[in-house]
T-cell receptor, first 115, second 114 residues
Framework: DAGVIQSPRHEVTEMGQEVTLRCKPI?????LFWYRQTMMRGLELLIY????????DSGMPEDRFSAKMPNASFSTLKIQPSEPRDSAVYFC?????????????FGPGTRLTVL | AQSVTQLDSHVSVSEGTPVLLRCNYS??????LFWYVQHPNKGLQLLLK??????LVKGINGFEAEFKKSETSFHLTKPSAHMSDAAEYFC????????????FGGGTRLMVKP
């Protein structure tokens, strides 16, 4: 298995631009998670999906952030408009358990820099 | 509410000496506990997990951790450090009372000196 796949691995953009991060979970996994990692705040859960349905988005910073999971094999995290404070590493993870709490498998991350 | 405290933000050891990374947790119910490792510019990889079976859990790369309920601890150990162990380590807790959400500790950066 290829594991969780994220693209792009690196993204540099200018303030105000739209950014779309992509994730392909491990086949057969029911749950998908988006995290953000910064030096200041550590690892934060932004949103998670169970069977393609968003369950908890309380970690999404503000309306500029949105996430979708149109099918079991693909999810996107969009930031519009982007701001310099959004610069971070964004991780996608998936889990084979029906509900979160089981082991999660992480992708390599997308390093986002907003100038 | 569940929480995790990693007592040391940085630990430095010499190659070949033991490793001890400390973790204390708070959880309302019987928790699941994990240790993840993150090498530079990489994603997080599961080292080991405790889910109410044996209290001494063995993981990959020679690491192990012991669940001690009376001390609410889940310290990570390895008898002999290798240069390739240099990384950031995260202690993670999950319990059903918190909706099975994962709560991450702040991380401990392990440095291994030759």
């Amino acid at each position: 298995d290829a594991g969780v796949i994220q693209s792009p691995r690196h993204e540099v953009t200018e303030m105000g631009q739209e950014v779309t991060l992509r994730c392909k979970p491990i086949s057969g996994h029911n749950s998908l998670f988006w995290y953000r990692q910064t030096m200041m705040r550590g690892l934060e859960l932004l949103i998670y999906f169970n069977n393609n349905v968003p369950i908890d988005d309380s970690g999404m910073p503000e309306d500029r952030f949105s996430a979708k999971m149109p099918n079991a094999s693909f999810s996107t995290l969009k930031i519009q408009p982007s701001e310099p404070r959004d610069s971070a590493v964004y991780f996608c993870a998936s889990s084979p358990t029906p509900t979160p709490g089981g082991e999660q498998f992480f992708g390599p991350g997308t390093r986002l820099t907003v100038l | 509410a569940q929480s995790v405290t990693q007592l040391d933000s940085h630990v430095s050891v010499s190659e070949g000496t033991p490793v001890l990374l400390r973790c204390n947790y708070s959880s309302s119910y019987s928790p699941s506990l994990f240790w993840y490792v993150q090498h530079p510019n990489k994603g997080l990889q599961l080292l080991l997990k405790y889910t109410s079976a044996a209290t001494l859990v063995k993981g990959i790369n020679g690491f192990e951790a012991e669940f001690k309920k009376s001390e609410t601890s889940f310290h990570l150990t390895k008898p002999s450090a290798h240069m390739s162990d240099a990384a950031e380590y995260f202690c993670v807790v999950s319990d059903r009372n918190a909706g099975n959400m994962l709560t991450f500790g702040g991380g401990t950066r392990l440095m291994v000196k030759p």
